[in-house]
C-alpha cells in the first residue's frame, strides 16, 4: 500500500488519521490517538468489526461468502437468459458515470469487481466489500486482467476513507439488504468531493417479489427485512441532479445523483 494510499484513509466512525506500521512480518494500520489496529490479511485491510454484521449484514456477509464462488457463473447466465449480455446490462448503468482519466473512483460493494473491466484503466479504483470471499475473487479478477485497485475489508454503513477524497461513487447490487440504507447513502455523500456523481444501482421491488420463492433468488430475496420501497428517500437533503429510471428491462432501478458544490 503506497504512502499516497494510507494518507486517504481514516479510522471507520472516529475518522482518525492512519499510519502503516510494519512489525516483523506483520504489515497493519494504526489510529496513533485511540491505539486502534486494523489487520491487514493478504493485502486487504481488515476495517469490519461485529457491529457491522448485526442485523442483515451477517446474513448477507455469510451468503455473498458462500457463493462467492458461482457469483460470476450466476450473473453471466442471468444475462443470458435474458439475452442482454453481462456487459451491455452493466454498461446501462456505468454509463451514468462521468469518469476523468485522472479521477479518484469508489465502488462500494465491489464484489468480484464484474464492473471493473468495464470502467475506463485511467483512474485510480477503490474497491470495498463486507465479504471476504467475494474480494478474494476480485483480487484474483484484477491480477488476471491486470486492472489496478485498491481493495478494504469493510461495511458501506461505515467507511474507511477521509472526507471528500472521491470524483465518483458507484454501488450495485447490495444496498437493498443492508442493515442502515440511510446510513450507507450518507457516507458514500461524505466520502465523495463537492459535486461529484454517485451511482446506487439495485433490484426493484417488482423484481424481489418475483423472485422471493424461486430456487436459488429466494435466500436473497425471501424474507426480505424490509420492503425496498423509493431509494431517493435514503438520499440525504440537498442533493442535485437526483435522476431514478429502471433499467435493465426493468429488473433494476439506477438512482443518480451530484453532492452539493
Ligand atoms: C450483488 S453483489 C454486487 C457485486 C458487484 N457490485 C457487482 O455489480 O457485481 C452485492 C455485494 O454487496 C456486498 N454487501 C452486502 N452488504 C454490504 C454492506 N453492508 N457493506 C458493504 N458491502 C456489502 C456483498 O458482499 C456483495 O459482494
Redesign the pocket.
Known amino acids: 500500500m503506497t504512502p499516497e494510499v494510507v494518507s486517504l484513509l481514516a479510522a471507520p466512525g472516529s475518522g482518525e488519521p492512519l499510519q502503516l506500521v510494519t512489525e516483523a512480518r506483520d504489515a497493519f494500520l494504526l489510529a496513533p490517538a485511540s491505539g486502534r489496529r486494523f489487520p491487514i490479511r493478504d493485502g486487504i485491510p481488515d476495517f469490519l468489526d461485529q457491529a457491522?454484521l448485526s442485523g442483515p449484514?451477517g446474513r448477507?456477509?455469510r451468503l455473498?461468502d458462500r457463493m462467492a464462488a458461482f457469483?460470476d457463473a450466476s450473473?453471466w447466465l442471468y444475462a443470458l437468459v435474458k439475452r442482454t449480455g453481462e456487459a451491455a446490462r452493466?454498461r446501462e448503468y456505468l454509463r451514468r458515470l462521468d469518469i476523468r482519466d485522472d479521477d479518484r473512483v469508489l465502488?462500494?460493494?465491489?464484489?468480484?469487481g464484474?464492473?471493473l473491466p468495464l470502467l475506463p484503466r485511467g483512474p485510480s479504483y477503490f474497491g470495498?466489500?463486507?465479504?471476504p470471499g467475494?474480494l478474494r475473487r476480485c483480487r484474483r479478477r484484477a491480477r488476471r486482467k491486470g486492472l489496478r485497485v485498491e481493495l478494504f475489508l469493510?461495511?458501506?454503513?461505515r467507511l474507511p476513507f477521509r472526507t471528500g477524497i472521491f470524483d465518483s461513487v458507484l454501488?450495485?447490487?447490495?444496498i437493498n439488504?443492508?442493515?442502515d440504507r440511510r446510513r450507507?447513502v450518507a457516507e458514500m455523500v461524505r466520502v465523495a468531493k463537492p459535486g461529484s456523481r454517485i451511482v446506487i444501482v439495485d433490484e426493484t421491488e417488482d423484481f424481489a417479489a418475483r423472485h422471493e420463492a424461486t430456487p436459488f433468488a429466494k435466500a436473497f430475496y425471501g424474507n426480505r427485512p424490509e420492503g425496498i420501497g423509493n431509494p431517493t428517500e435514503w438520499l440525504p437533503p440537498a442533493m442535485a441532479e437526483v435522476v431514478t429510471d429502471r433499467v435493465a428491462g426493468g429488473d433494476l432501478y439506477c438512482m443518480s445523483f451530484r453532492t452539493p458544490r
Do not use: C, K, P
Open positions: 457491522d449484514n448477507y456477509q455473498y457469483y450473473t452493466r465502488e462500494v460493494s465491489v464484489g468480484t464484474a464492473n470495498l466489500d463486507i465479504s467475494m469493510g461495511a458501506a454503513e454501488h450495485v447490487g447490495g439488504f443492508f442493515s450507507a
